[in-house]
């Protein structure tokens, strides 16, 4: 027994060797710094990233047990906490750029795929979109909208109806007053209403052509063809085709058309002449026309190599060839020519005296008005 004290009490005042301390230390970049604890501050650096840690002495005060057998390798290792990687610093200027990207990035995968609701059915979708409020209020609208039509569109046929009547009247005394102007003017009128009402039966077509026609009267030039003829090829310059257009206004024409011949135009398409013997000055002049809508009334009648025509026509273009013996040509506006079909508003002044007495352009006129009333 007194054995035992004696070893306890050398045992107490002994000093025993310190147990080494360790440290275990993780660095900003992630890195672990491992080793033993020493009386003085240690500053290692960092084996990944060169920073230097530092590093606290060992403690000289008493360690806790459960310290020392960690230390001993006793006890299970405390686990160390881990800490995130720090952030690589970023100016301003850069998270500004980055976060804009990030925003025009995300408004493209919107665009690109717009969100889409696979799971609902259709019909539940329908259901949500036209609620019995909102089919309610469509379909009034649609029927406010069709009433409004259909009251608009009666108003305009019931007044053009009104004035159709009063239109013709005004528009046949103006052409018993020879008053062209104001004819072409009324008919223009009973036209557009004969639009609106939508009418296309003979007598509809009877006053648009009645309109036409005061309306090719009201617009027939001041000069003779040969004088208008005659002022352009002094004009004109020498081997070049010229524009004519509409400037000279129209002109009435009662001659015989028939198809060109070498001699007289050698191309294609054949062209038709029309048989006017005119020359101005030293230069013989021959009027050609590509053929026009009506055509047909040239070949009414078989057998016939040319066609006697009354029509009106705006003078296209040109040709003033070079040379003594040139030939110059004048080409009519085929798509305006229209052949005329109404006594009543062809002035008499405009055409020469007939010659012959058994076939008189009154016989002429009758005939195409019942050519053209055929055609559909």
């Known amino acids: 027994m007194a054995t035992g004290w004696f070893q306890r009490a050398t ?15 993780n660095c900003d970049c992630g890195a672990r710094l491992t080793g033993i604890r020493v009386p003085i501050a240690q500053k290692p650096s960092c084996p990944e990233c ?49 976060k804009e990207r990030a925003r025009k990035a995300k408004a ?9 609701e696979p799971g609902i059915p259709f019909s539940q979708r329908f259901r949500q979109l036209f609620t019995p409020i909102r089919l309610v209020i469509l379909t009034m609208a649609v029927g406010l909208l069709l009433t409004g039509w259909v009251m608009i569109r009666n108003v305009r046929r ?6 159709l009547q009063g239109s013709l009247d005004r528009g046949h005394a103006a052409l018993a007053n020879d008053d062209y102007p104001k004819a072409a003017q009324e008919f223009q009128q009973a036209t557009a209403a004969l639009d609106i009402l939508g009418r296309q039966d003979d007598i509809a077509r ?50 015989e058309l028939h198809p060109s011949t070498a001699s007289e135009y050698a191309g294609e398409p054949t062209p038709l002449v029309i048989d006017l013997p005119l020359q101005i000055g030293k230069t013989p002049v021959v009027v050609l026309m590509e053929p026009p809508p009506w055509k047909n009334w040239l070949t009414s009648e078989a057998g016939e190599q ?9 003078l296209r273009r040109g040709e003033v060839p070079q040379g003594d013996r040139a030939v110059a040509r004048v080409w009519l506006n085929e798509s ?41």
Not at 11 to 25: C, G, L, M, T
């Open 11 to 25: 045992a107490a005042f002994s000093r025993s060797e310190p147990i080494p301390q360790k440290y275990d230390v």
């Open 50 to 98: 060169g920073i230097i840690v530092f590093i606290l002495p060992a403690t000289v005060y008493p360690v806790p047990a459960s310290v020392e057998r960690r230390w001993l390798g006793n006890d299970l290792p405390e686990t160390v906490a881990t800490f995130p990687k720090s952030k690589k610093y970023r100016s301003v200027r850069e998270q500004r750029r980055d």
């Open 108 to 116: 493209e995968r919107e665009v690109v795929q717009p969100p889409s």
């Open 158 to 163: 019931d007044r053009a109806q009104r004035e």
């Open 206 to 255: 009877q006053v648009r052509r009645t309109s036409r026609e005061s309306m090719v009267t009201a617009g027939l030039s001041s000069r003779s063809f040969s004088e208008t003829l005659e002022r352009w090829i002094l004009k004109a310059p020498k081997d070049s085709a010229t524009s004519l257009g509409d400037k000279a206004g129209w002109f009435l024409f009662e001659a």
């Open 306 to 314: 040319s066609q006697r025509v009354l029509f009106a026509a705006q």
């Open 336 to 376: 305006t020519a229209i052949l005329w079909s109404n006594t009543e508003t062809l002035p008499e002044s405009a055409l020469p005296a007939d010659d012959d007495e058994a076939s008189p352009w009154s016989d002429l006129v009758v005939r195409q008005r019942e050519f053209l009333e055929s055609q559909p």
